[in-house]
């Protein structure tokens, strides 16, 4: 069973940063595919970027390339979002999920396995 432990959310203001962080208990971890994915009221669940933990390969959406980065510390089965010149429309529930193998972008939460139970990020203008 995998489990996918999140940390790292709050609230911040406009134009500020923040660091998420997933720890993925399974023992397959160098062979995943690791996601964020994020929800606000009353939208559905979105991509925001994903990292094959074997080669470091990643995915991020239009919507915050440029400002975010997906990495990964092999050694502690963690990945990590860093979230800087973060916008009001940043806000929302940010879940970290888990597959065996990284889908084609754009990345849908149908392509994802496991999920985290999620962080709150609030960002006030």
């Known amino acids: 069973q995998v489990q996918l432990v999140e940390s790292g959310g709050g609230s911040v203001q406009a134009g500020g940063s923040l660091r998420l962080s997933c720890a993925n208990s399974?023992?397959?971890?160098?062979?995943?595919?690791m996601g964020w994915f994020r929800q606000a009221p009353g939208k559905e669940r979105e991509g925001v970027a994903r990292i094959y933990t074997g080669s470091g390969n990643t995915y991020y959406a239009a919507s915050v390339k440029g400002r975010f980065t997906i990495s990964r510390d092999n050694a502690k089965n963690t990945v990590y979002l860093q979230m800087n010149s973060l916008k009001p429309e940043d806000t929302a529930m940010y879940y970290c999920a888990a597959t065996s193998s990284c889908p084609a972008a754009p990345i849908s939460p149908d392509d994802f396995t496991y999920w985290g139970q999620g962080t709150q990020v609030t960002v006030s203008s």
């Open positions: 399974r023992s397959t971890y160098l062979r995943s595919c």
